[in-house]
C-alpha cells in the first residue's frame, strides 16, 4: 500500500506491481502510475490525450 498523492488515502498496489502499471485510488479515483518498485513510489497518470492523426 502508498498513500494517494491526490488525496492522502492508501492505495493497493497488488501483490506484483510492475512498474508504469496504473492503478486507481479507491477514495477519489485519481489514476496513479508507478515509479518505482523499491521504494514503492507513484504519481498521477499522464492524460492520454486523442491526436486524431495529426
Known amino acids: ?3 494517494c498523492p491526490e488525496c ?3 492505495v493497493l498496489v497488488g501483490d ?5 502499471e496504473i492503478v ?4 477519489c479515483s485519481t ?10 513510489q507513484v504519481a498521477l497518470a499522464p ?7 495529426e
Not at 506484483?16 to 508504469?20: D, E, L, N, Q, Y
Not at 486507481?24 to 477514495?27: A, V
Not at 492524460?47 to 492523426?53: A, H, N, T
Open 16 to 20: 506484483a506491481p510492475r512498474v508504469s
Open 1 to 3: 500500500m502508498i498513500a
Open 31 to 40: 489514476e496513479l502510475e508507478i515509479l518505482s518498485l523499491d521504494p514503492l
Open 24 to 27: 486507481e485510488c479507491g477514495d
Open 47 to 53: 492524460e492520454i490525450e486523442e491526436d486524431w492523426g
Open 8 to 10: 492522502e488515502a492508501s
